[in-house]
């Protein structure tokens, strides 16, 4: 129990989970996640919707909003349940940790109303217009621009690393607003449709054959006037709040789920002969012990103002997922360079490609956890410069 659980809570969590879990929704347990986004789409859309319309989506929101006002303990309490009932990786969390939260403590009534509703019921879904291809994670180098005509923001330049944009009905999007302005002056954050005219998505081909990541061109698309949030010019101020909400309460239940895979390598080491070498198996009790350390971590960030460990949550995280996933590789052995099916007569000659296995998917996927959502080059500048006061 996570201090500050409301008595009883975890319990009507799990039990709705477990009913929710059965009849149509039975076959979505397990699907989607981090190189998955592609499983059963549709199937987890109906499953998002499903869990708005019994009041399990945006728990920590405000009861005006459709939130149950939910302590911080009992948001990581539902989290933990949704990853022990192996529930369908979620479709709208995009919307409902990053955008929700910085319209919350930014929008003005009206774009509250507009907003929010469709977050929580599941039926409009976002991506993040943060990267771009000259400025990767140094955020306050974008160049994608815009400029009020006619009462309307007309946005010109592109994004790229962009989740789930082919899917997306909304994206925010940080534009250079003021022209002539430098580094993290003149920016504004908009909310842009996605579905509109200038605008295109291009699904970009990951290492483990599918596409979640894209690059997304914006050729004088238009979004209203008042889709900007916060005050045009203080994008940067609404950005880094964004960014401190994604550091939030879903991140046991993301432990959760390392944990399920750090048992699958322990799992494979042993039927392998891989746990008999020394070598390896001081790397699964790191990898054992490393992960204790990244939940009493979280545990420590509980509360309003988490502190200065809340700054290396993502670094901590990311390294320790992609040696996580070298390691899988490493207890495998010799079969862990073989797709599945490669080894069937003619499949390497054709350059036909078989399925991965769940251990080589983790290996190559996590070799982009270290870049998206701020490279670790990145963290480590920002724990050096803001958190230790180091100069640049």
């Known amino acids: 129990m996570i201090p500050g659980e409301t008595p009883g809570f975890r319990e009507q969590a799990r039990a709705w989970l477990e009913e929710a879990l059965g009849g149509e929704f039975a076959a979505a347990r397990g699907l989607g996640g981090p190189g998955r986004e592609h499983e059963g789409h549709d199937l987890r859309l109906a499953w998002e919707r499903h869990l708005g319309a019994h009041g399990w989506t945006c728990l920590g929101w405000p009861e005006r909003y459709g939130g149950r006002a939910a302590p911080l303990a009992d948001q990581m309490a539902f989290h933990e349940e949704y990853a022990r009932a192996d529930a369908p990786a979620r479709v709208g969390h995009i919307g409902e940790t990053l955008v929700g939260p910085t319209v919350l403590e930014f929008g003005d009534e009206e774009q509250k109303e507009r907003f929010l509703p469709p977050i929580r019921r599941g039926e409009e879904l976002w991506c993040q217009g943060y990267s771009e291809p000259d400025a990767g994670s140094d955020l306050a180098a974008v160049r994608t621009s815009a400029r009020l005509e006619g009462g309307e923001w007309v946005i010109t330049g592109q994004k790229v690393w962009t989740s789930l944009a082919h899917v997306a009905d909304w994206c925010f999007v940080l534009c250079r607003t003021e022209p002539g302005s430098r580094r993290h002056h003149g920016l504004s954050y908009l909310l842009v449709p996605m579905r509109g005219p200038g605008v295109t998505v291009r699904p970009i081909t990951q290492l483990t054959g599918t596409s979640e990541f894209n690059e997304v061109f914006f050729d004088g698309a238009r979004t209203a006037a008042g889709n900007v949030l916060g005050a045009p010019g203080d994008g940067w101020r609404v950005a880094m709040a964004t960014l401190r909400h994604e550091r939030g309460a879903s991140t046991l239940g993301q432990q959760l789920g390392f944990r399920r895979e750090l048992a699958k390598v322990v799992e494979t080491a042993r039927r392998t002969g891989a746990a008999d070498d020394p070598v390896l198996r ?106 230790l006061g180091l100069p640049r």
């Open 282 to 387: 001081d790397r699964l009790v790191r990898a054992w012990l490393e992960l204790e350390v990244m939940r009493l971590n979280a545990l420590r960030m509980l509360g309003p103002d988490p502190g200065p460990e809340a700054s290396i949550a993502k670094l901590y995280w990311s390294e320790w997922h992609r040696r996580l996933g070298e390691l899988a590789q490493a207890v495998q052995g010799r079969a862990g360079l073989v797709r599945a099916g490669l080894v069937k007569a003619g499949l390497v000659k054709a350059g036909l490609v078989g399925e991965l296995n769940e251990l080589q998917r983790l290996y190559l996927f996590s070799r982009a956890d270290t870049i998206y959502a701020g490279s670790s080059e990145i963290q480590r500048n920002i724990i050096a410069e803001r958190t």
